[in-house]
T-cell receptor, first 112, second 115 residues
């Protein structure tokens, strides 16, 4: 059974810092991995999708990497801003079930 | 432009009173999902449709049912809500054609309160 762990559970940084959020998963049989952002009381917004054959994806100040064989992904946020404050969730897409399996997320606070 | 729409955004119901949550999509996607998310927890998949094929998760309570009358709409019915069913309910869609490169899109969610 796929299990997804996100570390740290919460993170508080001053504005302008570069930061890394970590995601690990136990079953490497995945089609892709998505990173989502969730603001309080809202739905999930997709940030990046990395296909299983890819090593990384970039969108603006965000860069996500994937090491499928070791079951790890990271989300790098450059030059963090207060508007980046949210919960970030990673979710690999299982190839056996075609389902996203979510981690519990990292709650990020960027202080002005 | 909204692609996955959920109504209502907030729903208050009484203990044991049936309630229906609605989801619609403008993406013409084949797959629609319903998730339950409780505070500070990961979204938990309840069930999903691939076109008209219904797939229930093994641990989804019988109290939860779903209908998909057409491609665009999907409903979540809670037959007898309990206090433990208070949560955010998220609808999501996926094209369902190219598995490795498809983004899953989520609606804004419906927050359910059970009194």
């Amino acid at each position: 059974k796929q299990e997804v762990t996100q570390i740290p559970a919460a993170l508080s940084v001053p504005e302008g810092e570069n930061l890394v959020l970590n995601c690990s998963f136990t079953d490497s049989a995945i089609y892709n991995l998505q990173w989502f952002r969730q603001d309080p009381g809202k739905g999930l917004t997709s940030l990046l999708l990395i296909q299983s054959s890819q090593r990384e994806q970039t969108s603006g100040r965000l860069n996500a990497s994937l090491d499928k064989s070791s079951g790890r992904s990271t989300l790098y946020i450059a030059a963090s801003q207060p508007g980046d404050s949210a919960t970030y969730l990673c979710a690999p897409l299982e190839d056996s079930s075609y389902k996203l399996i979510f981690g519990s997320g990292t709650r990020l606070l960027v202080r002005p | 432009d909204a692609m996955v729409i959920q109504n209502p955004r907030y729903q208050v119901t009484q203990f044991g009173k049936p309630v229906t949550l609605s989801c619609s999509q403008t993406l013409n996607h084949n797959v629609m999902y319903w998730y339950q998310q409780k505070s500070s927890q990961a979204p938990k998949l309840l069930f999903h449709y691939y076109d008209k094929d219904f797939n229930n998760e093994a641990d989804t309570p019988d109290n939860f049912q779903s209908r998909r009358p057409n491609t665009s709409f999907c409903f979540l019915d809670i037959r007898s809500p309990g206090l433990g069913d208070a949560a955010m309910y998220l609808c999501a869609t996926r094209m369902g054609v190219s598995r490795d490169r498809e983004t899953q899109y989520f609606g804004p969610g419906t927050r359910l309160l059970v009194l």
